[in-house]
């Protein structure tokens, strides 16, 4: 719910609140609002309708502030790591701290960055999320076949729930890492990907 989808409610919900008041007092015995009874009945309906709509509104204020939060959050940490990275001055210690940073901000378990040859093929591999002691088990870097190779030379973004579905999965190592879901996105200057 946004910020003006809220202040509508909060400048037509008294009203409707009393229309609907109207409405049931017409419906019933209009007697029944007469005296203590009615004004307890009354103010019973009145509270009722103040605490839904108490909850209408704070709920709305803090899916808007756990979403500021998020913002904030990972602003932080794009702030970090272009603090990190322009005090670096080697590629692939900036590389790695961009997969680092990015593998961070996304929440995922593993990250990679894989940085393509001009003349095609992978230049350097680096990862997050995995011991040096497991990736030296993995072997040599991936060459770019399966999905990577359709990120990498297709220049295709891809999100997949069960990237072990997906046809284009192939050449895993024996001893990969367990993996489910991907989110996967080329870097692209000038109509190349890198």
């Known amino acids: 719910m946004t910020l003006d989808r809220l202040k509508w409610l909060a400048v037509l919900a008294p009203f409707l609140v009393l229309i609907g008041v109207e409405l049931v007092r017409q419906a019933t015995d209009p007697s029944l609002f007469m005296g203590w009874t009615g004004f307890l009945v009354l103010a019973a309906g009145l509270l009722l309708a103040s605490i839904l709509f108490a909850e209408v509104i704070f709920g709305g204020v803090n899916r808007l502030q ?11 940490v794009l702030h970090d790591a272009s603090l990190a990275i322009v ?30 040859r001009e ?3 992978i230049e350097a591999f680096l990862t997050a999320g995995i011991t040096d002691e497991e990736r030296a088990i993995l072997g040599k870097p991936p060459e770019g076949h399966g999905i990577l ?37 080329p870097g692209i200057s000038q109509g190349n990907v890198l």
């Open 149 to 185: 190779g359709v990120v990498l030379q297709e220049g295709a973004t891809l999100r997949l729930d069960d990237l072990t579905r997906d046809p284009r999965s192939v050449g895993v190592p024996l001893h990969h890492p367990p993996m489910r879901s991907l989110l996967a996105a």
């Open 87 to 116: 005090g670096e001055h080697n590629l692939e210690t900036v590389l790695q701290l961009v997969v680092d940073r990015a593998r961070d901000l996304v929440g995922s378990r593993y990250g990679a960055l894989s940085l393509v």
């Open 66 to 76: 756990a979403s500021l939060a998020q913002r904030n959050q990972e602003l932080l």
């Open 119 to 121: 003349e095609g093929g």
